[in-house]
């Protein structure tokens, strides 16, 4: 006996076309799971069809309906199931993230074949407040402050916030194995054609605009392959437990800008950002990377981001690399 679980059974995924979740599945079926994905509209072939595409899609995935929203809606999907990841969000935040939360962790309570659910958190539950020492990097111990959240109108941070904190509660009460994969600001390659939010950020910065990435000041990136590979590291690897921060380098604004220039000279990237008062800090991701996870790098992170924009006709200009 090693270090993990012996077989590649089933698990579920929800949200199975978003972004997170379509790198997560095109992982699991590589290691030989096999996968229940949960969609709204499983009849929708042009949102799906870049999961169809998938090595090992056609004999080790199933597309089922469920929707946050409907209560047991997720009963079938996760019947049968070994583990389940929990990454579908809904657009609405706050009463739907944590209902819909509590109401997949609900369907997985009454699986009585269940071994561990990874929930897709976020690195915001746990950067915002303005009572640490930025000497010291902020580790999985942090909470984000629900006082700071709702004054500052973070709204996405504190429904994130809400929704791990209810999933901790539920799974503690009822004696559920969770552990939750809280990533950073996720940069890469989209598989389905549809622009995800990060992507079309990350798409407005190389056209010049400068709004989104101002408001982000400071942030944490990461690879999306590193946050796919990151929940089947937590899921399999027995001794996983708690929080997981999802990071490989945190960075000033500025700094990107920097990078980017530097590296991407024929796009027209804003200058420069007006600096915003906002605390300093960084992520101490040990707890991860003892694990043996290693990141890659920003620059692997853009360079494939601009390949996957350039390749699906989101931007004209093509990339001279320096
Ligand atoms: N992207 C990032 O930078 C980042 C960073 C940190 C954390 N996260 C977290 O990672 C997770 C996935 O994010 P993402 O960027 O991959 O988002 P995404 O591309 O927007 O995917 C979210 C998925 O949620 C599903 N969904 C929405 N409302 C639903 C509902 N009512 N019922 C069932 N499914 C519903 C949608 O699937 P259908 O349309 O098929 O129903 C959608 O594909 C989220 O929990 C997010 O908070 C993301």
Not at 58 to 65: A, N, Q
Not at 113 to 130: F, G
């Amino acid at each position: 006996m090693g270090d993990k679980f012996e077989t590649k059974g089933r698990v579920c995924v929800t949200g199975a076309s978003g972004f997170v979740a379509s790198w997560l599945i095109k992982r699991l079926l590589l290691s030989g799971y096999h996968v229940t994905g949960t969609v709204r509209d499983p009849g929708n072939d042009k949102k799906l069809g870049h999961l169809w595409r998938l090595e090992g899609a056609k004999e080790r995935l199933r597309l089922v309906k469920a929707d946050l929203m409907v209560e047991g809606s997720f009963d079938d999907a996760i019947r049968g199931c070994d583990g389940v990841f929990h990454s579908a969000s809904p657009a609405e935040i706050l009463t739907p993230a944590i209902e819909g939360t509590l109401n997949v962790l609900r369907s997985c309570k009454k699986n009585p074949s269940l071994k561990r659910v990874v929930l897709t958190s976020s690195s915001s539950t746990a950067r915002a407040r303005d009572d640490f020492d930025p000497k010291i990097p902020l580790d999985e111990s942090s909470w984000s402050s629900v006082e700071l959240c709702e004054r500052l109108q973070i709204w996405y941070a504190l429904s994130k916030t809400l929704a791990e904190r209810a999933a901790w509660e539920f799974c503690n009460e009822n004696k559920i194995d969770l552990v939750t994969v809280l990533p950073a600001f996720v940069v890469g390659p989209s598989l389905s054609p549809d622009l995800c939010t990060t992507a079309s950020d990350v798409l407005g910065l190389l056209q010049g605009k400068t709004e989104r990435f101002e408001w982000h000041g400071r942030m944490g990136y990461v690879h999306i392959d590193d946050v796919a590979r990151c929940h089947i590291l937590v899921y399999e690897h027995k001794k996983a437990r708690g929080r997981y921060l999802c990071s490989s380098i945190v960075l000033d604004n500025n700094e990107l800008l920097s990078m980017l220039s530097t590296r991407y000279p024929n796009f027209p990237i804003p200058k420069r950002f007006e600096a915003l008062d906002r605390p300093y800090y960084e992520w101490n991701t040990s707890k991860i990377t003892s694990l043996g996870f290693k990141f890659k790098s920003i620059e692997e992170m853009f360079d494939d981001c601009i390949a996957s924009l350039t390749a699906q006709g989101h931007l004209s200009v093509q990339p001279s690399y320096n």
